[in-house]
């Protein structure tokens, strides 16, 4: 199996170019084309539309969801603390008629020693 070599200096500057791609894209272990994002940029894709600006609209995308996420992650929070501040008005309501009940049965407790202590004397 092995590799023809090129029979003109055009095609055999062509042969060391993609070499050289190739050597990029196995240096560091993606099996991308370092330069290009992965994308061939030599290729078209199955539209016709170079494959650069394919990553690049892919990218785009993925921005956009991270974006949304981002967005909903806070609404999230925001209905977080909107309940934690409905919670927290909530006790001091109940705080509140708790205390006017105290003062309510000592003021009754203190009708009632009165009422005792007139009706001794």
Do not use: I, Y
């Amino acid at each position: 199996m092995g590799k023809k070599k090129p029979r003109t200096l055009h095609e055999e500057a062509e042969g060391e170019e993609e070499e050289e791609v190739k050597a990029e894209s196995a240096s560091d272990g993606s099996g991308e084309d370092a330069d290009h994002g992965g994308a061939n940029p030599w290729e078209l894709n199955h539209n016709g539309v170079d494959g650069g600006e394919e990553v690049v609209e892919g990218e785009e995308e993925e921005e956009e969801e991270e974006e949304e996420e981002e967005e909903e992650e806070e609404e999230e929070e925001e209905e977080e603390e909107e309940e934690e501040e409905e919670e927290e008005e909530e006790e001091e309501e109940e705080e509140e008629e708790e205390e006017e009940e105290e003062e309510e049965e000592e003021v009754e407790e203190e009708e009632e020693v009165e009422e005792k202590e007139e009706a001794e004397e």
